[in-house]
């Protein structure tokens, strides 16, 4: 009703202010992008667009054998008195053929060469040729449509000789059957790297940012919240648990791998293992403990899980050495296929890589879950006073640690001078940060730690995805070369955030009645993600999935610019070279895998939703 | 024995949806809570178990305060405390026989779970559950082929699967017709008579509540405005419910 009480006039001029301001804001956008017509009326200009435009519009796809023939004649330089009348030529005769307006000539002297019967408006090499066999080209011309040229040239000086000397005209005439342009094989070459690019990070992608994608989730990480205590607590086990998984897998795998097994042993290692593991698993999960009702397993239960923990590490460390050595020996046997053996190879020392970092997260998330049983015992205890100490004591110690950890990171970075003393300084900040925190806090105040993690993690993924990866690919360059591997590393990177970030708004998406089903049968978290979650997402990942390999192939053509493989180094090279028709080949194939990619999508989603 | 002391609810955003409600439940009784939309009836219930953390009072069940129990220890008693939706809730890309199982989540260990294993008894109660509700048949379909009807039946069967003390029951057949809603109030009904579990359960028609209610708490604004047996509900009453301007349907 407010609207009424102004008045017309106002309104009308608030209008007129608002398309000003526009006006003046598309200029602003005009000037600084500078528009310029006068450039695109040039006649040059246009010119080449037309060129260039043609150019893409033909598509070096096809190629035909050509054949070269050779028109002669013979001319008399010097000319010795005895005059030299040429070749006899009969001008009734449909074959191409060259006349001279003289025979016989002086060095330097003007000479007109004429063609006759030659293809209509082609490009004609007028080539001198003395006794001594090296070439001298007189000059070009086109021929008109009759297949007649005129050239008008000079004897050339110092050919000087007294046989009669050849001038002769190089014509080029297709011959034999249309065939696939080398241009064509190349592209396809490229394009199936390009497509398996796509593939590798996509899929690196999707492994990474499946689990991630729930810590960035807003919906489940509302619900996460641990007491005080217990964040300080983690805070201090965490960063302990990951070193010493690291560490001790680290010098498992040296004492194993120095050993130099055969893979016989190996595998058979390997084998028992793997049963070890199941028989200890089944033994651990079978005894059916309810959670709640009795929490004290005791001794045995730990030690089991304990030497299943370790067996499993065994039993990996052992898989990837006959990956490896497997590899090693089928690459070597399989002659044609010896890249499925260094396939195997590879995924035996990816294995072996990742184990250490997968271990120190194990760990770090077993010791840290014994985090939260001692801090719910000692918040068992009566005295307030003791809770209360015993918790600022810890916080302490956690911001400190948690700052020394940050402010190395740093250091790694910066390599700041003076290191001794910044640590004891972060140390007293981060031990104050802890102090005022553990008095502000009561030992059992709850924290919502997934706020936390949700805005970290979500930070994380928004800054690299603002890193686009033409730029990042630069930085792989650097350190794996030149290639479509510094690439699919760019890419996998990249798709990392991406993903992670379309994924987690799926799991903001999805609806919430299932979820408070689950929640109110007693599940705990992680059975509500599994049970109430994940099926409620399958689709989605799908279609996102596809579409960010989609979506990688387009850009693996942009990355090749910068070094990172695929077919953008086929398509930048023949850009520089000017080779508009080659390009062209590239272009038409970037569009027809995309729409591939894009009815194949449609086709697996509908099937799969 | 389930009592509710002055309990209270504000969301964030100022909305006052409990205002310090007070009312025990004994034992095995089928209680009936009604009122308008938005009354808090909903609230009520998912304050009970926690769904929905209540900011004041007390719910105190055999002589522990669920109110104040930390998350990880709430969703112990959760296992016993079975709900039942309104929009039933159930996983819909999932099958039947899943969603029954689901409901089996606080009692296995969790580790489990990654590999969606329950045990053969839990198979076996599963199907007997289902048997019950009489869709045994569909136990492999996925749940999104069933009817509405037939929705509510498995999340029955699902909640049955706790093993339940207590049945919350929010709105179970609001989105049902009239001879569905009847069949669904029936099941609640046996689980109530039979096995003992007290029933919990907001409704709309009074009809229902007549037929099913041992008893009626009645919420208006965030107020228990009535806590009585059904059949003392007479047209003031109605009004002091309802509002002035309702008339009775059904």
């Known amino acids: 009703m407010k609207k009424d009480s102004k008045s017309p006039f106002l309104h009308s001029m608030k209008v007129a202010i608002i398309i000003i301001g526009l006006i003046i804001l598309y200029a602003i956008g005009f000037s600084v992008t500078k528009v310029n017509l006068e450039e695109t009326k040039s006649e040059i200009r ?35 008195g005895n005059a030299y009348s040429g070749i006899a030529v009969d001008p009734s005769n449909s074959a191409p053929y060259l006349t001279l307006s003289t025979y016989c000539s002086n060095p330097g002297d003007p000479i007109t060469v004429e063609g006759f019967n030659f293809e209509a408006s082609e490009q004609m090499f007028v080539q001198f040729i003395p006794p001594n066999g090296v070439k001298l080209t007189l000059g070009q011309a086109v021929t008109d449509d009759t297949g007649h040229f005129t050239l008008d040239t000079k004897i050339p000086k110092n050919r000087e000789s007294e046989q009669p000397q050849t001038i002769q005209v ?132 730990t030690l089991a899980k304990i030497a299943a923990g370790i067996s499993i590490i065994v039993f990996c460390i052992l898989l990837s050495e006959v990956f490896i050595l497997a590899g090693d020996s089928l690459a070597k046997s399989l002659g044609a296929f010896a890249f499925l053996g260094e396939f195997v190879r590879d995924v035996g020392e990816i294995l072996e890589m990742v184990l250490p970092l997968g271990a120190g997260i194990a760990v770090s998330f077993i010791i840290g879950s014994l985090g939260g049983k ?127 970030k379309m994924y987690s708004e799926q799991v903001e998406n999805i609806s919430e009645g299932p979820l408070e089903a689950i929640q109110a049968t007693g599940a705990n978290l992680v059975q509500q993600v599994v049970y109430a979650v994940i099926p409620q997402i399958i689709p989605p990942y799908i279609a996102f999935t596809l579409y960010r390999w989609d979506q990688n192939v387009r850009m693996s053509t942009i990355i090749g610019f910068a070094g990172g493989g695929g077919i953008g180094f086929l398509l930048q090279q023949n850009i520089n070279l000017l080779n508009y028709r080659a390009a062209s080949v590239q272009m038409i194939a970037i569009a027809v895998v995309v729409s591939l990619m894009d009815y194949l999508s449609g086709y697996v989603r509908n099937k799969i939703v | 024995m389930l009592e509710i002391k002055e309990l209270s609810k504000i969301y964030t955003g100022g909305t006052q949806a409990l205002k310090e409600i007070s009312f025990n439940v004994p034992k095995g009784q089928f209680l009936a809570v009604i009122g308008l939309s938005g009354s808090g009836k909903s609230t009520l219930l998912r304050c009970i178990n926690r769904l929905i953390e209540p900011t004041k009072g007390q719910i105190i069940w055999n002589g522990i305060d669920l109110a104040a129990l930390p998350e ?64 045994a048949d569909k136990a492999n379909q996925r749940a999104d082929e ?61 009809d229902l509540v007549h037929r099913y209610a041992d008893r009626v708490v009645a919420l208006n604004d965030g107020y228990v405005v009535f806590d009585g047996v059904p059949s003392e509900i007479n047209d003031v009453k109605f009004k002091e419910i309802y509002g002035r301007d309702a008339e009775r349907v059904g």
């Open chain 1, 170 to 301: 190089k014509t080029s005439v297709y011959a034999g059957n249309l065939k696939i342009s080398g241009t064509l094989k190349d592209t396809w070459n490229k394009i199936v790297e390009t497509l398996f690019l796509a593939l590798l990070s996509t899929t690196v992608g999707f492994v990474f940012a499946l689990p991630l994608s729930f810590f960035a989730a807003k919906n489940l990480m509302e619900r996460l919240k641990t007491d005080f205590m217990n964040i300080s607590l983690t805070l201090i086990l965490f960063p302990i648990g990951f070193y010493l998984g690291l560490k001790i897998v680290q010098i498992m795998i040296r004492s194993i791998s120095g050993l130099t097994i055969s893979p016989v042993i190996a595998a058979v290692g390997c084998i028992l293992f793997a049963l070890l593991t199941f028989l200890l698993l089944r033994q651990l999960l079978s005894s059916q403990s309810i959670p709640g009702e009795h929490d004290t397993k005791g001794f045995k239960s």
């Open chain 2, 146 to 206: 069933l009817s509405g009807g037939q929705q509510q039946r498995v999340s029955i069967a699902r909640a049955m699967m706790q093993n339940p003390e207590i049945m919350l029951a929010d709105e179970p057949v609001a989105s049902l017709d009239p001879v569905l809603a009847h069949s669904i109030m029936q099941y609640l009904d046996k689980i109530n008579k039979e096995f003992g579990v007290t029933v919990i359960c907001s409704l709309h028609f009074l």
């Open chain 1, 374 to 500: 001692i801090s719910k015992r000692i918040l068992a205890e009566q005295s307030a006073w003791f809770k209360k100490v015993i918790s600022i004591i810890l916080s302490v110690a956690a911001f400190a640690g948690l700052c020394l950890l940050l402010m190395n990171a740093l250091n790694f970075l910066y390599e700041f001078k003076k290191m001794r003393e910044i640590n004891v300084y972060t140390g007293i900040i981060g031990g104050l940060i802890g102090l005022v925190l553990g008095l502000v806090f009561k030992p059992n105040y709850e924290i919502r730690i997934g706020n936390v993690i949700y805005f970290i993690t979500r930070s994380v993924f928004n800054i690299l995805r603002s890193i686009e990866s033409l730029v990042m690919v630069i930085v792989f360059v650097v350190w794996v070369g030149i290639g479509p591997f510094a690439g699919s590393l760019a890419l996998a990177l990249h798709t990392i955030a991406a993903l992670g």
């Open chain 2, 72 to 135: 990880n220890e709430m969703r112990l008693y959760r296992r016993k405390i079975g709900m039942v939706f309104q929009s039933f809730n159930l996983v819909l890309r999932s099958s039947v026989l899943t969603n029954v199982l689901s409901g089996r989540l606080g009692y296995i260990n969790p580790a489990w779970s990654f590999l969606n294993r329950f045990s053969k008894q839990d198979y076996l109660d599963a199907m007997k559950q289902l048997e019950r509700v009489g869709i």
């Open chain 1, 46 to 80: 246009q010119k080449q667009l037309i060129r260039i435009i043609r150019a893409l519009v033909q598509p070096d796809l096809f190629s035909y054998d050509t054949v070269d023939t050779f028109i002669q004649t013979k001319i008399l330089a010097p000319c010795t």
